[in-house]
């Protein structure tokens, strides 16, 4: 049979193993706390600074995949297309007018 001394030390050791694993427990929460703060602030500020360079070219029915290509290869993406003619009235040929844009 266990002494009371023994008791008391047993309950002790016990309180303090569940204080180590309360600390562990409120430094982990303090942790991921911080941690989604600063991305919470940070991320948007990062999105923020993304600078873009626009340009738009027409591309006769034909070309338009060369074209596409070759912005391409030079780090331009594409943002939009529509159909368009060149000239003004029935005259103007058909084809492509391409926005793009790239990172500055």
Do not use: K
């Not at 050791?13 to 309360?22: D, F, P, V």
């Not at 303090?30 to 027409?58: C, D």
């Amino acid at each position: 049979m266990a002494t009371e001394f023994e008791i008391v030390r047993d309950h002790l050791h016990y309180i303090e193993r569940s204080q180590r694993r309360l600390v562990t427990l409120a430094l982990v929460a303090m942790l991921l706390a911080v941690g989604a703060i600063a991305w919470h602030f940070l991320a948007p500020a990062e999105a923020q600074r993304v600078r873009w360079e626009y340009r738009i070219e027409f591309f006769l029915e034909g070309a338009v995949a060369t074209g596409l290509n070759t912005a391409g290869e030079s780090g331009w993406e594409v943002v939009d297309v529509r159909r368009a003619r060149t000239g003004s009235g029935e005259s103007g040929e058909w084809g492509s007018e391409v926005v793009f844009r790239r990172r500055r």
